[in-house]
């Protein structure tokens, strides 16, 4: 997968049309709302986001908040590259700063919602209050970003900010190892079969 978050890098100029239609429509009140977060609370979401996911998979009633929750935090997730961007979480300069803000807000929301659910209520309750527990063992719930005020939408998909690929170091870095990994691999691959045949001419 880093190396697919990577080859989306490539593309990156083309989408940068989208993304700024993206980025702006995911303020707009399409669907259900979902709070954000502090900023500080995003890197506890982030070690428990599995966990959320799979009491979801474990639910065994469904309603349409919890359908739509769901989908919208899986989606995002993708959307998001799997959040295995560096820094995607920690730095606010990321790209895939907003969009690691809108599935994980929409993580913590599902789990809220899991809790009234009686078949995952159980497993709900404890990992949430596990997770305030650690929020407040960290002291990082009150550290705000600038995408800790707005909501997100279930019907409002973010994708990462392409156009600031090339403004943020560790971003970039991981392009160019990518670049670089790939031309030797094509190398190599190109100088073995090069190889192989003179010795099969010979």
Known sequence: ??????????????????????????????GLAIP????????????????????????????PVFRKLKNYTRIQYYYCLWGIAPRAISDEASPFNECSHAYLSGARS???????????????????????????????????CSYSAAPFFTGAFVTPHWENVTTH??????AVCFFALVAGVLFTGVFWSRSSRLRFEI
């Open 1 to 30: 997968m880093r190396l697919l978050f990577l080859l989306l890098i490539l593309v990156a100029p083309a989408l940068q049309a989208h993304a700024h239609s993206s980025h702006s429509a995911s303020y707009n009140a399409i």
């Open 36 to 63: 954000s977060m502090t900023h500080g609370a995003l890197d506890v979401l982030d070690d428990h986001y599995a966990a959320i996911v799979g009491i979801a998979d474990q639910a065994k009633e469904s309603d």
């Open 110 to 144: 599902l789990l809220l919602h899991m809790r009234q659910m009686p078949s995952v209520t159980e497993a709900a309750g404890r990992l949430a209050s596990a997770i305030d527990i650690e929020m407040v063992h960290r002291g990082t719930a009150l550290v705000l």
């Open 169 to 174: 170091s560790p971003t970039l870095v991981a």
